[in-house]
């Protein structure tokens, strides 16, 4: 079709079962995990003892906070990360990893060392 994205048409000429990503959830996880500044989060995240807060994040990793809290939002909106809110004043508000984000560690670890083997 004219006008059609070349991998929108294969994707519609291999059955469901041989599609690369078939399922939307898979296919939305895999767009976020290409959007900037998720892994550096994912990353901070996994060296972390205790939950963080978000201008640490902001600080430790010199972001914007329009752009950490829309990460933060999406990671959360996944399921990669839990965000705990206390009834304090100031409030406070805790983020640290689901356990999907802790079995995310592992997948993501042989994914840069498949990548860094092939680059040589």
């Known amino acids: ?10 994707q519609a000429k291999r059955p469901a079962s041989q599609q690369a990503c078939a399922c939307t959830p898979g296919r939305e996880l895999i767009k976020l995990l290409g959007r900037s ?3 550096e989060i994912l990353y901070w ?5 205790n939950p963080g807060r978000f201008n ?3 600080r430790e990793l ?3 906070a329009t752009i950490l809290s829309r990460r933060l939002n999406e990671l959360v909106d996944h399921g990669l990360v839990i965000r705990s809110v206390y009834a304090e004043v100031p409030a406070r508000v805790e983020y640290e990893l689901s356990d999907m ?6 997948i993501m670890q042989s ?4 990548a860094e083997k092939a680059r040589t």
């Open 111 to 114: 994914l840069f060392n498949w």
């Open 62 to 64: 010199n972001l914007t």
């Open 37 to 39: 500044h998720v892994h």
């Open 1 to 10: 079709m004219i006008g059609e994205p070349a991998t929108e048409r294969l």
């Open 101 to 106: 984000g802790k079995e995310l560690g592992p």
């Open 45 to 49: 995240l996994t060296t972390r003892v």
């Open 56 to 58: 640490e994040i902001k």
